[in-house]
């Protein structure tokens, strides 16, 4: 009878940065504010009991015009 290899196949790592977001819909973006801007974005989510990210995306929704994606 043959005998079997007792050594494991080696796993190969995907090459490049990991997905981020949903099925990498939801790319990562990031900008510059200043500092007054900031805290009160940071007492918005808290007060809302969110995320900092959360809140910036949810003022964003309620302030720009609908349209097609």
């Given at each position: 009878m043959a005998k079997r290899s007792t050594?494991?196949?080696?796993?190969?790592?995907?090459?490049?940065?990991?997905?981020?977001?949903?099925?990498?819909?939801?790319?990562?973006?990031s900008l510059r504010m200043p500092p007054e801007i900031r805290k009160r974005a940071e007492?918005?989510?808290?007060?809302?009991?969110?995320?900092?990210?959360?809140?910036?995306?949810?003022v964003l929704a309620e302030h720009l015009p609908k349209g097609k994606r």
């Amino acid at each position: 009878m043959a005998k079997r290899s007792t050594k494991k196949k080696a796993i190969l790592k995907k090459r490049g940065r990991p997905f981020t977001g949903e099925d990498n819909r939801d790319p990562v973006f990031s900008l510059r504010m200043p500092p007054e801007i900031r805290k009160r974005a940071e007492a918005l989510a808290k007060k809302d009991g969110v995320a900092l990210s959360k809140a910036i995306l949810q003022v964003l929704a309620e302030h720009l015009p609908k349209g097609k994606r």
